[in-house]
């Protein structure tokens, strides 16, 4: 029931007061996100990528499409906590829980969010699709992390977060110096290590399809058994490699 004051034309002098009844409830509270979708490094529009809210359960409250700009908005019923996740295919997922703080925050601005294409985070090595990361080396003879290596291997984290579809497998190589037996063993080790840590971090290890140590089976240079080498030429044979097995089903 509501009420008003009015000085109309049938009333008893001055301002008479009058009530009303209110058909229906008021308006709900909502949520309001809006912002962009681009693709990285240069802010390129991504339109046609998925915009999805999900309550503190997981359920879906709403899904849009973005816009020919990467533009978006999705209104939704209040709630406490939820989850903005965005995808496309071939470009890497978006997903960020927010609380009421952080709730308000997002709700006075427009936000920007940016998406690696998959094409980007690899490259070609030796006929096959691998993730673009520094080279690392480590210590003749040792398996061993170093920070070094961690460093280029939490990159490796972050992009089957941003890929979870992603499958790849481990190949450690070494140089040619030393026994073949020694290599073989070290190299294994390496990689053994290198699973290990992935998997400490965060990365499912259905990603991951198999971890190799190749020793120095696989020389990629003449600097074979035998041959005479400079230092440099050697260390072109230490590598590892994360191979992407799925490249293609994730790049289209």
Known sequence: LGYFSSNRPGGKGGDDIYGFRISEKPGLRTLIFKGKVVKTPYDESISG????????????LKQVATGLDGGYQVEIPYADVVTLEVTKEAFSTFKETYNPKSLQELEKSSMKIELSSFTDVVEEKEGKMV????????TSGQSNLTPEITTELDKVVKVVSQFPKMQFSIETHTDSRGSRSSNQK???????????????????????????????????????????????????NLRTLFVVENFEAISQ
């Open 49 to 60: 990528a998925s915009v999805i809210v999900r309550d503190a359960e997981g359920k879906t």
């Open 131 to 138: 993730l673009d990361l520094k080279d690392f080396f480590f």
């Open 186 to 236: 070290v190299s294994q080790q390496r990689s053994d290590a290198i699973k290990a840590y992935l998997i400490q971090n965060g990365v499912n290890s259905e990603n991951i399809t198999s971890s190799k140590g190749f020793g120095e089976d696989k020389i990629i240079n003449d600097c074979s058994d035998g041959v005479y080498c400079l230092d440099f030429l050697h260390q072109q």
